[in-house]
């Protein structure tokens, strides 16, 4: 995992990616939310598929770093995470 990461909010989504047996995550808008302890997603999360793939994004960053990408699916409210098999581990 990158360094500095490990307090971020997204934090336990990313650890329930890394448990994940599967190649694919299929979780809501409202799941994630509950997961990262919020009500709602920030907006632009909800408004914006960019949102989930931006490599500016410290979200993005950290499931990207354990090998996955993720698709919005704004018509059922929901987010497609796929294992990519890249891991991005920080070197000291």
Request: no cysteine.
């Amino acid at each position: 995992m990158p360094r500095g990461y490990r307090n971020s909010d997204y934090q336990p989504l990313v650890d329930l990616l890394a448990a994940s047996h599967d190649d694919e995550v299929v979780l809501t808008f409202k799941e994630i939310a509950a997961l990262i302890g919020r009500r709602t997603l920030p907006e632009s999360a909800v408004m914006r598929v960019t949102w989930w793939r931006s490599k500016h994004n410290s979200a993005v960053m950290l499931w990207t770093a354990i090998g996955w990408q993720a698709r919005a699916d704004r018509d059922h409210l929901r987010v497609i995470f796929t294992r990519t098999g890249d891991r991005t581990e920080s070197r000291e």
